[in-house]
């Protein structure tokens, strides 16, 4: 079994930063892909970053890109976005999640783990 606890969510205004963590634990996280999504009111929950297990290769959505970083410490089983230039849109609750292989995946049919969100509010 996996636990994946998400942190660092918060209110901050339109440009400003934030870094969310997700720490996992039960079972080693070292050999899998993990990855970060999000989700609006009203809206399905979307792709925002994917890491692969050694943290060489990752993807992001185009909405994110240049703008979030996805990372990750598999000394600590931790899993990081720091997330700049935040944007009103960007306002969701993100979730941390664990895929099911080593790779960087895009599908959220790809995860078998999931955190329970941690909320991010960008005022205009």
């Known amino acids: 079994q996996v636990q994946l606890v998400e942190s660092g969510g918060g209110l901050v205004q339109a440009g400003g930063s934030l870094r969310l963590s997700c720490a996992a634990s039960g079972r080693t996280l070292s050999y899998v892909g993990m990855g970060w999504f999000r989700q609006a009111p009203g809206k399905e929950r979307e792709f925002v970053a994917a890491i692969n297990w050694s943290g060489a290769i990752t993807y992001y959505a185009d909405s994110v890109k240049g703008r979030f970083t996805i990372s990750r410490d598999n000394a600590k089983s931790t899993l990081y976005l720091q997330m700049n230039s935040l944007k009103p849109e960007d306002t969701a609750v993100y979730y941390c999640?664990?895929?099911?292989?080593?790779?960087?995946?895009?599908?959220?049919?790809?995860?078998?783990?999931w955190g329970q969100g941690t909320q991010v509010t960008v005022s205009s």
């Open positions: 999640t664990k895929s099911h292989f080593n790779g960087a995946a895009v599908r959220a049919a790809e995860y078998d783990y």
